[in-house]
């Protein structure tokens, strides 16, 4: 079976001109072997580009087919980053702070490369489900990256946050060192230990950032802890002889043609689009069935279902849609703004029918960006939590009223360390609690 991979270069070192002549290298060489990759793109160091006049790269990145273009931020590591600012904000807040801070560094990206941004990766590990909404609205299908913060159980893309994510896939790369054949060495020995047999991936990322081509160190030292000197303290990287940057370039190359003979197929994002797109249209009374048996013993959850899948607030629309015999279509939305508790002691005696006209009015005619699920449904003076009311809907289809603990079952996945201090970037000790929180809940978005 083949292998599917993205390859990706984090492109981002808007400090040290001499990134700029790797970068070029590198698209020499990936246009030579037409082998599909993504350049993300941060939007200072496309705006360095123009300035500089280094139009033989911003020409290539515009007149390569197989080359497409994702948005890396507009700053990167600029103080505040994405997760220290995200932190200390609710969901909303966070969404509009993220667009308008990020919207106008993705159209200077798509305005120099003359393309449309196809993925969005954060910088380092400053990730934040504010910026998924927002995401949605800058037209950015896909968030390619490597992050745990949400443990994909399978090592596949999965979906959140309304976007397909190329998150916690296995990655797989070649040391880049100046003996130019331990490498390759190596890497072919680590290939066929990892990735040979029947537990191979279907999915892995291959990934590089150009300044590592040209540098010995990174630039975004400058900001390291917290830091943030203005710009005429900043300082370049060290860099590696000129030669030698050309021979790991060249050692890439082989490298990528090693994969390539291992049945390793590298596609462009816009192939994995249409590899993973999911079905759009009315579910199965099999898999309707499936979801009211889950939720009425409690459990919301994420399903799948041949070539269905469907999220937890996906589920919750289709038994409102189930108890009013509405054709079976899902609806999206984002998850709550706040974990609510009911109010109702006895939500048994609460009329189905109604709750579930109210939830289908909130999935039909809500036009509020982004679409977020309400704390709570009120009807007849109680007010439910979406959770209890997507039990509360299976049980009444089902026909069987019970006492359950009722779990968003794809929050558990979400990482419990709230340590993001590793990121040499951040301050030592910076706790991101808030980020998961708002994290779990939105997992009422998450499935394969």
């Known amino acids: 079976m083949s292998i599917y991979a993205q390859l990706w270069f984090d492109t981002e070192d808007f400090i040290t001109p001499e990134s700029d002549d790797a970068l070029y290298l590198l698209l020499v060489m990936l246009k030579e072997k037409n082998i599909p990759a993504t350049i993300k793109l941060v939007a200072e160091k496309a705006r360095m580009l123009e300035r500089r006049s280094r139009y033989d790269i911003i020409g290539l990145l515009k007149s390569c ?40 560094g993705r159209l200077d990206v798509e305005r120099i490369t003359g393309k449309k941004c196809v993925c969005y990766g954060q910088p380092g590990n400053s990730w934040s489900p504010q910026a998924f909404p927002a995401l949605m609205d800058m037209d950015i299908p896909v968030y ?55 537990n191979a991936p279907r999915f892995i990322n291959i990934f590089y950032h150009p300044c590592e081509f040209s540098c010995t160190e990174f630039y975004d030292l400058n900001f ?28 890439l190359g082989e490298f990528l043609d090693f994969l390539l003979e291992q049945n390793v197929k590298i596609i462009s994002v816009s192939e994995l689009i249409l590899m993973l797109k999911p079905e759009d249209c009315e579910i199965p009374e099999d898999m309707m069935n499936e979801i009211i048996e889950k939720a009425s013993s409690g459990l919301v959850d994420y399903l799948k279902y041949g070539n269905y899948s469907v999220s937890a607030v996906e589920s919750l629309s289709l038994l409102a849609r189930k108890t009013l015999n509405r054709p079976l279509i899902c609806s999206f939305a984002f998850g709550p703004e706040r974990d609510f508790k009911s109010t109702s002691k006895n939500p048994q005696k609460i009329n189905p029918a109604l709750l579930a006209g109210i939830v289908c009015g909130f999935f039909d005619n809500n036009t509020a960006k982004p679409a977020v699920l309400p704390d709570y449904f009120e009807v007849s003076g109680e007010k439910i939590s979406p959770l209890d009311t997507a039990v509360l809907l299976a049980q009444s289809i089902g026909g069987e009223y019970k006492d359950t603990k009722n779990i968003l079952c794809p929050a558990e ?36």
């Open 144 to 198: 390619m990256d490597c992050h745990d913060v949400i443990g994909g159980r399978h090592g596949v893309p999965y979906r959140f946050g309304g976007l397909l994510n190329y998150l916690n896939v296995p990655y797989f790369r070649m040391e880049l060192s100046p003996d130019y054949q331990k490498n390759i060495t190596k890497a072919r020995e680590e290939f066929k230990t990892q990735f040979e047999g029947k």
């Open 65 to 104: 087919d197989n080359i497409e273009i994702g948005y890396h931020t507009d700053t990167h590591s600029i103080h505040p980053t994405i997760s220290e600012y995200c932190e200390l904000m609710g969901f909303s807040e966070g969404y509009a702070a993220f667009y308008a801070r990020e919207n106008p």
């Open 413 to 448: 996945l979400v990482t419990k360390n709230e340590d993001w201090s590793g990121w040499i970037i951040h301050k030592p000790g910076f706790k991101v609690h808030n980020i998961l929180e708002l994290a779990k809940l939105q997992m009422w978005t998450f499935k394969f």
């Open 224 to 251: 390291a802890e917290g830091k943030n000197p203005p710009r005429e303290h900043w300082k370049p990287a060290k860099l590696r002889p000129s030669e030698e940057m050309r021979g790991l370039v060249k050692n």
